[in-house]
């Protein structure tokens, strides 16, 4: 029992002197639209923390592949519908974590605090 | 019925964008052949397709409906696919087992987004089509305009048969062009028509689209190619014979017309599907695999019974229906048990039924080309190919689902739903093949995977109705995680003296980062016999408990880095 204690006090220090970091899951998406909505689809992208890796014409489709967080994709499917009026699909994989960006850190770690402190 | 044949058996798929009219049309075609009384009206909540109450109450259609019809000594089999977009999967099955396409496309709002869907299955599945625009008594009709986007957005090889006779308030009926003759309608709905001679203003049109009929049937045949080419009439009967092979191959893609809610030209579509539709004799050989060896099945009623399940429906009433499209053979329901071939599992057969909307009637024995439901199979999923014991050992390539792109938690809203969950979500899971379930190993969050949220709402109002379970739907939670950037040290030291028992720990941990990827390491580097061994588990486990739940203290959010212990001290 005293080790146990003692763990976590050695923890809750160490870790804070670490440099400590959240990290996400980033995916890779490849949406497959029609040429008019290529610049709304990448547009969106910038604004879900998203970045473009490459681009390639099938006939009149465009297929955009891009890196995006999951926490950032989980209604894409209803968005893209409404963007592209139904005609863009898309598919979604696990690519690698990645860190998020401290602002949004502080913020998601805010949200569950409050959770956490009740479950406690 | 005596002994049927596959070169009388039609099967087709009703698919197109959500409210084009299959529903209604397949609700015409069942009136007009005096299988109802009365027609059913999507609105009301009434028609033969859209039976369960997720759909007469959404009043669109969910999942594919079989409806059989007997016409002048033949079988038909039509499949009423739904059109949304969230439901893509059960049209490209349909297309899969049906041997026609039938494409509608509204007269008024024309080509969208599903009918190119449609369009594209049916080439990937390399299914003869026909067209057949819709709601011609619709205000703002437009058949030439219509028929001119197919043939530039699909295939120049769609060529009208029926012409419309008017539109809106004045559509009149229809002119076949094969026939060269007109049917003129009342626009009452009860569907009673008379024959007539084709409108004066009309002639010219209808000779037009005779001509390209026989002009693209005749490359069918080298002779009559030749024959016609030299300005050689070309018999009816050649005519016909050749016709019949070019829709069968794609060459001809017919444009049929009418008005279903009005019952318009619904006669002569019936009539057109009875004879010009390809049978499964004239689709030929269909592939499927022994091993790694590809095997063509063709349909031959005395060759072994084979046959591919395209759809599970649990009903709570009727229980499991398995609906099949069978390949080869034939296959009695007297005594005889079905073989899953997949599975390696024997299960008894009780009846087949020929389905038509929720109702079903017995038949004694299916042939080759029939489209038919079974009830109670116990290990039999979509994909799974049916056989005989002993028989047929090939098996027919899965049928292809999309995935899911459409995530949400799910959380039981009471113990007692909880405890219901499991086996509610698994029947639903069997029935509907776009739908995916797991639970996140990291977040523990239940996920319920789908292709939109129209469609997750729908597969939870239906668990609701049906095993009364109530699930609330959440934001997954993202599987976060944590690292450290550099490295440091702390000592941790509890201290606590309460009545005569002391308690005292004092540990010295060194955090690392790892590269990415590396996880967690617990390292102990004590000098051996520096302590007592039984404390350092004690810290082991603590820190994999709190590496799981450090400075964010997120749930489920691991810890990635190496903890190296390398002191503690007792006192
Ligand atoms: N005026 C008119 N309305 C129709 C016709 N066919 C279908 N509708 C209406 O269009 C709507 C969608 O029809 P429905 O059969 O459910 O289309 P589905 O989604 O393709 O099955 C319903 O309100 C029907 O009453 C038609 O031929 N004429
Ligand atoms: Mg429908």
Redesign the pocket.
């Known amino acids: 029992m005293s080790f146990k204690l003692a763990t976590r006090l050695s923890f809750k220090k160490g870790i804070m002197d670490a440099s400590p970091v959240l990290l996400e899951p980033i995916m890779n998406v490849e949406v497959t639209v029609p040429d008019q909505f290529m610049g709304d689809v990448m547009g969106d992208f910038n604004s879900r923390r998203g970045r473009i890796m490459g681009m390639e014409a099938h006939g009149k489709l465009q297929v955009v592949k891009a890196q995006a967080p999951l926490a950032e994709m989980f209604r894409y499917a209803i968005i893209l519908r409404s963007m592209t009026s139904g005609e863009g699909t898309f598919s979604m994989e696990y690519s690698h974590y990645e860190e998020v960006p401290a602002d949004i850190a502080k913020k998601v770690i805010a949200a569950h605090k409050k959770e956490d402190e009740e479950e406690e | 019925m005596g002994a049927r044949q596959p070169e009388n058996t039609r099967s087709f798929a009703l698919c197109?964008h959500?409210?084009?009219?299959?529903?209604?049309?397949a609700e015409a075609m069942l009136f007009c052949n005096g299988q109802t009384t009365r027609m059913g009206?999507?609105?009301n909540g009434n028609t033969v397709s859209d039976f369960q109450s997720e759909e007469q109450k959404r009043?669109?259609?969910i999942s594919t409906s079989l409806l059989t019809l007997e016409r002048k000594g033949k079988m038909l089999f039509a499949l009423?696919a739904p059109?949304f977009a969230d439901f893509t999967g059960e049209m490209s099955a349909a297309i899969r087992v049906a041997d026609t396409a039938v494409i509608?496309v509204s007269a008024v709002g024309g080509i969208e987004v599903q009918t190119s869907r449609a369009w594209e299955y049916a080439e990937h599945h390399n299914a003869p089509v026909t067209f057949y625009i819709?709601?011609m008594?619709?205000e703002n009709a437009d058949f030439d305009k219509v028929l001119a986007d197919i043939k530039d957005q699909f295939s120049p090889n769609a060529l009208p048969v029926f012409l419309p006779i008017g539109s809106a308030e004045k559509l009149k009926g229809i002119v076949d062009v094969i026939k060269n003759k007109a049917y003129l309608y009342n626009l009452d709905g009860t569907g009673k028509f008379t024959e007539a001679e084709v409108p004066a203003d009309m002639a010219d049109a209808a000779a037009k689209a005779h001509e390209a009929l026989v002009e693209a049937a005749v490359e069918m045949d080298d002779e009559l190619m030749e024959k016609y080419l030299e300005g050689e009439s070309i018999s009816d009967q050649d005519f016909i014979r050749t016709l019949k092979k070019a829709i069968a191959s794609k060459r001809i893609m017919p444009v049929l017309t009418g008005?279903?809610?009005?019952n318009v030209g619904v006669h002569q579509m019936l009539d057109f599907i009875t004879d010009y539709f390809p049978s499964p004799v004239d689709i030929g050989a269909i592939e499927a695999f022994d091993g790694d060896n590809k095997v063509e099945v063709l349909p031959d009623v005395n060759a072994p019974f084979s046959a591919l399940c395209f759809k599970v429906m649990v009903d709570p009433y009727v229980g499991k229906l398995s609906f099949i499209r069978a390949y080869s053979g034939t296959l009695s329901s007297e005594g005889t048990n079905i073989y899953n071939v997949k599975k390696g599992d024997d299960e008894r057969i009780s009846s087949f039924k020929l389905m038509c909307g929720k109702d079903g009637k017995d038949v004694k024995e299916i042939i080759a080309g029939d489209i038919v439901a079974i009830p109670k199979l116990q290990s039999t999923k979509v994909g799974h190919t049916l056989a005989t014991k002993g028989g047929a050992g090939y098996l027919f390539p899965h049928i292809e689902f999309p995935k899911p792109v459409y995530s949400v938690a799910v959380v039981a809203k009471t113990r007692a739903d909880e405890d219901k969950m499991g086996n509610a979500i698994s029947k639903t899971l069997e029935e509907d093949r776009s739908l995916t379930f797991e639970k996140n190993p990291e977040t523990h969050d239940n996920v319920l995977s789908g292709m939109g949220d129209m469609h997750i709402d729908i597969v939870l109002s239906r668990m609701k109705e049906r095993y009364g379970i109530e699930l609330e739907t959440k934001t997954p939670q993202v599987p976060y995680r944590e690292t450290i950037r550099k490295t440091a040290e702390a000592q941790g030291k509890h201290k606590k003296q309460s009545g005569g028992h002391g308690q005292y720990g004092d540990v010295y941990i060194r955090y690392s980062p790892l590269e990415r990827g590396a996880g967690f390491e617990f390292v102990d580097s004590i000098k051996g016999g520096a302590v007592p061994n039984n404390f350092i588990p004690a810290v082991e486990r603590t820190s994999r408990v709190h590496g799981v739940r450090s400075f964010s203290r997120l749930p489920g959010c691991r810890f990635q880095s190496r903890i190296i212990f390398w002191k503690l001290s007792r006192s």
């Open positions: 197109a959500g409210g084009a009219g299959k529903t209604s049309l009206v999507v609105q009043q669109i259609s009423d059109g509608l819709s709601k008594d619709r008005s279903a809610t009005q």
